[in-house]
T-cell receptor, first 112, second 112 residues
Framework: QKEVEQDPGPLSVPEGAIVSLNCTYS??????FMWYRQYSRKGPELLMY????GNKEDGRFTAQVDKSSKYISLFIRDSQPSDSATYLC????????????FGTGTSLTVIP | DTAVSQTPKYLVTQMGNDKSIKCEQN?????MYWYKQDSKKFLKIMFS???????INETVPNRFSPKSPDKAHLNLHINSLELGDSAVYFC???????????FGPGTRLTVL
């Protein structure tokens, strides 16, 4: 079993829709959770960075962490065609010597 | 003003050849990484250096040898290239180990 599971999609939504992207994980020691956006043929760029449980909002993006269920989500409100990309979740434990574990990414297309 | 840059962007080569990929960051970060992203978009860490010292060395064939001449550079040399080495290789940097990572644009390696 992989450390982090993510539905690869593809996910296709109309412009303006609310998008929900999710990851599950197996290691209860994970404390730091990230979402990256990766456009085609580009490097991943950090969208959201959260610590432990709870919600974090940044513009149209909301990251949610439920440590009891080992489940994290990224919500995109009022989705735009420019949001079309692959979204990768990543997480790590509090041990700074440890690496980040990435999900396989969910491919999202927002149709105008 | 590129933060993390990689050269070359594309690399097409024959099996058995030796090749190098270079990475430079101008962010003043202490830590640098090499990741491999396969055709299914799975991002897997290969190596991490902090202040020119190797701190993460995942299970990678010893045909892959990283070199960090200084904090701003982390190069990856690959000997005796194999078909399975075909992937996109990303360099990344962070202020400190396990801190937020900033990715380069990637090097798309194709081994024929």
């Amino acid at each position: 079993q992989k450390e982090v599971e993510q539905d690869p999609g593809p996910l296709s939504v109309p412009e303006g829709a609310i998008v929900s992207l999710n990851c599950t994980y197996s290691n209860s020691a994970f404390q730091y959770f990230m979402w990256y956006r990766q456009y085609s043929r580009k490097g991943p760029e950090l969208l959201m960075y959260t610590y432990s449980s709870g919600n974090k909002e940044d513009g149209r993006f909301t990251a949610q962490v439920d440590k009891s269920s080992k489940y994290i989500s990224l919500f995109i409100r009022d989705s735009q065609p420019s949001d079309s990309a692959t979204y990768l979740c990543a997480m790590r434990t509090s041990n700074t010597g440890n690496q980040f574990y990435f999900g396989t990414g969910t491919s999202l297309t927002v149709i105008p | 003003d590129t933060a993390v840059s990689q050269t070359p962007k594309y690399l097409v080569t024959q099996m058995g050849n030796d090749k190098s990929i270079k990475c430079e960051q101008n962010l003043g970060h202490d830590t640098m990484y090499w990741y491999k992203q396969d055709s299914k978009k799975f991002l897997k860490i290969m190596f991490s250096y902090n202040n020119k010292e190797l701190i993460i060395n995942e299970t990678v064939p010893n045909r892959f040898s990283p070199k960090s001449p200084d904090k701003a550079h982390l190069n990856l040399h690959i000997n005796s290239l194999e078909l399975g080495d075909s992937a996109v290789y990303f360099c990344a940097s962070s202020p400190r180990p396990a801190d937020t990572q900033y990715f380069g644009p990637g090097t798309r390696l194709t081994v024929l």
